[in-house]
């Protein structure tokens, strides 16, 4: 059983799926599972990811819609490892982000949830914003309690 369960969602995002799943790939930190959950899309996706040959990921298409809601709750009960991660299907992850991440939870017992700050992208991969954080004003990492965690991601982001 891998310690890290890496979920990425998708519906009809062919063109940025592969992204997120080679990043994903690429980790540093090797002992993850990556599902990707297709929606019941109507596009290339199935053949985006018939091109990896990794053991390490799982497709799973689902017969319907779930919704992006359902489908993260269909993730959920499929995780059978120390963590979970849900990925948006046009996110990139830096190599370190599992080694980092395992680390600090691993450090941390009682920790529930980790977030990171971010780079915006642009579609030729030229960084625009450097380390932008939804939770404003975070500048340094921190261990929140989960009300202050939950509150100050719902008023920023």
């Given at each position: 059983?891998?310690?890290?369960?890496?979920?990425?969602?998708?519906?009809?995002?062919?063109?940025?799926?592969?992204?997120?799943?080679?990043?994903?790939?690429?980790?540093?930190?090797?002992?993850?599972?990556?599902?990707?959950?297709?929606?019941?899309?109507?596009?290339?996706?199935?053949?985006?990811?018939?091109?990896?040959?990794?053991?390490?990921?799982?497709?799973?298409?689902?017969?319907?819609?779930?919704?992006?809601?359902?489908?993260?709750?269909?993730?959920?009960?499929?995780?059978?490892?120390?963590?979970?991660?849900?990925?948006?299907?046009?996110?990139?992850?830096?190599?370190?982000?599992?080694?980092?991440?395992?680390?600090?939870?691993?450090?941390?017992?009682?920790?529930?949830?980790?977030?990171?700050?971010?780079?915006?992208?642009?579609?030729?991969?030229?960084?625009?914003?450097?380390?932008?954080?939804?939770?404003?004003?975070?500048?340094?990492?921190?261990?929140?309690?989960?009300?202050?965690?939950i509150a100050a991601s719902m008023r920023?982001?």
């Open positions: 059983m891998a310690r890290v369960t890496v979920f990425i969602p998708t519906y009809n995002r062919a063109d940025f799926l592969p992204h997120a799943v080679a990043g994903v790939l690429a980790q540093t930190y090797g002992d993850f599972r990556l599902i990707v959950s297709d929606n019941a899309s109507d596009d290339d996706t199935p053949n985006v990811i018939a091109r990896f040959d990794d053991p390490r990921l799982e497709y799973v298409r689902q017969p319907e819609n779930l919704g992006l809601l359902g489908n993260h709750n269909w993730f959920l009960e499929q995780v059978d490892s120390d963590y979970a991660l849900i990925l948006p299907d046009d996110d990139l992850v830096y190599p370190e982000l599992l080694d980092r991440t395992v680390a600090e939870l691993d450090s941390k017992p009682r920790a529930g949830v980790v977030h990171a700050a971010f780079d915006i992208v642009d579609e030729e991969g030229n960084v625009l914003l450097w380390h932008v954080n939804w939770t404003y004003g975070l500048d340094s990492d921190c261990v929140d309690s989960t009300d202050e965690f920023w982001s």
